[in-house]
């Protein structure tokens, strides 16, 4: 495996890495599937970037009600 290959694969399944870090299994499980249909749709120029930013923002809004949740107790 290149070090390109791994790069890419790393931003594929970078809302599936952060979501790691939410606490809800929904979002987890939504943001795996988004990666996996960008990873499935990457071999068209620009084809991946909609199911990325969907997966990236369900991750940011997971990580951020944790985030919130924690600073209120």
């Known amino acids: 495996m290149t070090a390109a290959t791994a790069g890419t694969l790393l931003v594929l399944f970078l809302p599936f890495l952060l979501s790691l ?3 809800g299994g929904m979002a ?3 943001c795996l599937m988004t990666s996996v249909l960008a990873l499935l749709l990457s071999v068209k120029e620009y084809a991946a ?3 990325w930013i969907i997966g990236m923002l369900i991750a940011t809004v997971s990580v951020w009600e944790r985030i919130r ?3 209120m107790v």
């Open 21 to 23: 870090a939410g606490q």
């Open 28 to 30: 987890k499980m939504l």
């Open 49 to 51: 970037v909609l199911p």
């Open 69 to 71: 949740q924690r600073r």
